[in-house]
């Protein structure tokens, strides 16, 4: 019998993209899914539009509410009591994958029991369409946290016994936009391994607005993930300064970093 999939999606404000986000989950060519939605104190009709889909598809989506906005890390943990699946996915309101992206997660974690953790390169976009790619290494070692996050977290797939062991997301205000970084430190400190498919399943949306929440605090937060991060992992205290890398890159101009991270993040067959 196929293991039931989760998906856990935190929705605020995301009326104008949220009907193509959750179309593409219903595309999807595995089809042993369920859908389990947290809004966190929306204000536009993010709310009507996810109650549709509870509706018409009784049984596959669900939808529970914060009564304030919480932030990501309460919001997802709000997901995981409710989710029932064996493996649990993560997807953004804003996004989109494609259509085999739950059947190729799900066929590396059922034959690989030393798998726990199963991202994929991503493409970015925007109005204009899809302008980069990331290309992330296959099989992240510990190391690897201190060049980059070595995993995206809107486009992975974990066991649910992974997010069992580590107690969830970290609840710190320290953590906000980079708790999923701080997850998969807590994962490999328990030992859990992952890999990062070599094909761009998963499209985030990378636009003007996108560049606007990526607040010099948040890098402030980098830098101490990092450091939670070299704790946990039991490396030297000198991986600390890995962290100040963030918080150099806040102190960029924004369209300075602009144009490094689209150069950055270029199609492979454009550079």
């Not at 710190?172 to 400190?189: C, G, I």
Request: glycine residues 4%.
């Amino acid at each position: 019998m196929s293991k039931l999939v989760s998906v856990i999606i935190g929705i605020y404000n995301v009326e104008k993209t949220l009907r193509e986000a959750l179309d593409c989950i219903l595309a999807q060519t595995y089809t042993n899914w369920e859908v389990v939605m947290c809004d966190d104190g929306s204000k536009d009709k993010t709310v009507e539009i996810a109650t549709e889909y509870v509706e018409k598809y009784p049984g596959k989506f669900v939808l529970i509410r914060n009564e304030t906005n919480q932030g990501l890390n309460i919001t997802l943990n709000n997901c995981l009591k409710v989710a029932k699946g064996d493996y649990i996915a993560r997807m953004d309101g804003d996004d989109t994958c494609s259509p085999t992206r739950f059947a190729q997660q799900v066929e590396i974690l059922d034959n690989n029991p030393d798998i726990s953790i199963v991202s994929t390169d991503m493409l970015f976009f925007d109005h204009s369409g899809v302008w980069g790619q990331t290309s992330a290494k296959a099989k992240p070692e510990k190391l690897d946290f201190f060049h980059t996050n070595a995993f995206c977290h809107a486009a992975a797939m974990v066991r649910r016994q992974a997010y069992i062991d580590v107690e969830g997301y970290t609840v710190d205000k320290r953590l906000l936009r980079v708790e999923d970084y701080h997850l998969w430190a807590k994962m490999y400190s328990k030992g859990y391994r992952g890999v990062n498919i070599q094909e761009p399943l998963y499209q985030m949306r990378d636009d003007h607005n996108a560049i606007k929440r990526r607040k010099f605090k948040y890098r402030l937060n980098a830098a101490y993930a990092h450091h939670e991060a070299r704790k946990l992992l039991k490396l030297p205290f000198w991986y600390d300064i890995f962290g100040m890398k963030s918080v150099l890159k806040g102190l960029v101009p924004t369209f300075i970093y602009r144009y490094i991270h689209r150069k950055k993040h270029q199609p492979k067959d454009s550079k």
